[in-house]
């Protein structure tokens, strides 16, 4: 007996026969005795289609009715399903986010929750054994008592948060994957599924492109200590075992991982420009200067190197944007010539970054310089490296990438036996 | 300088183009000095698709979760208004049912208005000439909290409700016809559009079948006295004077019509079936027997002819039901004939009802009378007759239909010059 709450995405509830697939799973739980809230994403492609109508009627438009036009297509969804659960004899009722409610910042479009008042949910769990039914993504700005929404996945976000209002024992994410991969598959066919992630190590593999879950839902899920587990909604409900331990990647606090791998993930992005900045004196604003110019550009800065200068007087700082703002950077840093004053700038479109992750680096030494060997035993440069606690990042030729991350992952015995 | 609500129906706002349409008319009131609130429907043909999936679910669902599905069209539709108005430069935002509130009765999916608090939207009209856009058909049950709709047609009803607790001046229902006609044009080439009707009169004539207006907004517009303007969504904004007369019919108060004709409109249904039950004793109770039955197979009985005996002791009864019932009337009374004890029934269903409508009538004797001898001349049987103070109906064989409309019309002076 527990508290679930199970969270489905838009290829999960695509059509009205998808819909009928998750209510089973949904009956699966709460026959094996558990609470249950879902939440729900808008049919897949209905977001985009209310999108597209809010930016034919004005390109520039009020991010208050945007959010009112697009938070309606969750709750359609929240409403089927109520009825599918209905329809196999369960109790339930569907919640919008004003109901609920679900109370968020006012920044429509991109709102934060603020608070969520789980008491009604839990007094219906243990009146009538109801199922909620969450339209997720959305919420409400009480202040002013209009509808707002979280911005794109945001559904994951709403699942976790609600998982803390009610005190969930855990948050299920069903999704098209099975779980959390020690890096894409489709690049290392020998990459396997992690039983148990951090949620440390989840946050720097979602931000890096492991695009499973939305990073502030790993946020929340760190800050409020829900453990949140990715497994799929393809499976058969009627195949699954309740009681047993199901397929899918579980992200838990660090505590909970017995024996944490050196080495979980390995994540990597192609979509890397790098520009160098060279002979640039070495004193105090000159970082400033250069930084400065693209936050005002709201160019995102990701990679940043700057070494120690030999002679103390100049030295040269290299940093990567995406490959999308590239030419925008590049446009910036030459506008502001004469203030940075640097002696040249060269730059690369074709890098990639690799990164590699896992908690247990910080009590391991020498992580990283297996992977320099490793690398340079395949002829594969490196130009430049950042670290943190708990990941290194390289960069490299991008026509390296797969290379490099199929070197790395055997290297730290991630490969599949 | 006045207040007006504006009701645009679902084709009305079927795509983007019609939807800035409709915000340039918006725009012509406002630029007039007018307060406004618009009240919009779903985009034509979405509630039918909400419907379908709901049905598909279940085909017996829960009637909550079916308001929360179909009001997210009309909630779609508000936003998009109001992001087209505020392209246009005009100050405007969306309300949903829940929002303004609009509080109703919790019989979902036909749901009665109980309460609209205008408080919110005057101030507004006031301190920065806000448009209001309004979602129509949907409510909130306060009780619940949950979503509430007003059935089909119900934006009409949303629109005369809104124009009442706002005290606007005029109720202006925007459609794809240019107002209501002396009967239906495409039988009477000659029929022409009613410069005014009352309320009462266009309560009879949208229950016979009239189909522009739903009948409870005019029961509420004759409640609450609120002239609504029925006119076309498809006149061209630019070409129309907002300050001169637009082609369209007001439904008004009696008193508000100088000089009343006699008859008004003509109305008719070709649906019908007559049943006739032959020799049943005049004695009380007897009308029960034959009624009772009916009810209870929830079959509307409209037109009832009883005659008074010749002898004291027998007589016969006649009524019409829909055509779409007619098997199962014959079926009920046939099962109850011991009970009612008739001798023979016999019944036809090429029957057709034509009515005659007028406010004068009251105060005008023999227009009966003229009528009956006007199509006696044209050979039209007529097979029974009811009556009450502003109208009387007839019932004829269906073929002649046409004829006994086009006869009436031009005996009552209705035809176009």
């Not at 004005?58 to 959010?67: C, G, N, V």
């Not at 559904?155 to 948060?161: C, E, N």
């Amino acid at each position: 007996m527990g508290r679930l709450v199970m969270k489905f995405g838009g290829t999960s509830v695509a059509n009205i026969e998808r819909i009928r697939n998750v209510a089973q799973h949904v009956k699966r739980e709460v026959d094996a005795g558990h609470d249950v809230a879902v939440v729900v994403s808008a049919m897949s492609g209905k977001t985009n289609e209310l999108v597209a109508w809010a930016t034919e009627t004005s390109p520039l438009h009020d991010a208050r009715e945007y959010d009112a036009i697009v938070a309606s297509g969750e709750q359609v969804t929240s409403g089927l399903l109520a009825i599918a659960l209905q329809a196999l004899g369960i109790q339930a009722r569907s919640w919008q986010g004003w109901q609920i409610p679900i109370q968020t910042s006012d920044a429509h479009a991109s709102a934060r929750i603020t608070g969520i008042d789980g008491a009604e949910l839990i007094k219906r769990f243990k009146e009538r054994r109801e199922v909620a039914v969450i339209a997720g993504f959305q919420g409400i700005h009480e202040g002013t008592g209009r509808i707002t929404t979280l911005g794109r996945g945001g559904s994951d976000t709403s699942a976790v948060a609600i998982a803390a209002a009610i005190h969930a024992d855990r948050c299920d994410i069903y999704t098209d994957v099975d779980g959390v991969y020690t890096t894409d598959p489709r690049v290392v066919p020998k990459a396997k599924r992690l039983e148990k992630v951090a949620f440390e190590e989840m946050l720097e593999m979602a931000s890096l492109g492991a695009k499973v879950l939305q990073v502030r839902s790993v946020e929340l899920g760190m800050v409020h200590n829900v453990p949140v587990f990715v497994r799929s909604s393809f499976d058969k409900p009627e195949d699954i075992d309740p009681h047993g331990t199901p397929p899918g990647t579980l992200i838990c606090s660090e505590e909970e991982i017995m024996e944490s791998q050196v080495v979980t993930g390995i994540a990597f992005s192609k979509d890397e420009a790098q520009i160098s900045v060279r002979h640039i004196e070495d004193k105090p604003g000159i970082a400033a200067a250069i930084f400065g110019p693209l936050a005002d550009a709201s160019i995102n800065v990701d990679m940043i190197v700057q070494n120690v200068s030999e002679d103390g007087k100049y030295t040269d700082l290299t940093f990567t944007v995406p490959a999308s703002e590239y030419t925008r950077a590049k446009d910036t840093i030459t506008r502001a010539k004469d203030k940075i004053g640097y002696k040249a700038m060269d730059s690369a479109t074709d890098v990639a970054k690799v990164s590699v992750i896992g908690i247990g680096m910080r009590s391991h030494a020498g992580v990283a310089a297996q992977a320099f060997k490793a690398l340079s035993e395949r002829n594969i440069n490196i130009r430049a490296i950042t670290t943190s606690e708990i990941k290194f990042s390289l960069l490299i030729d991008a026509a390296y990438t797969e290379l490099a991350v199929r070197t790395l992952h055997t290297l730290y015995g991630l490969d599949q036996a």
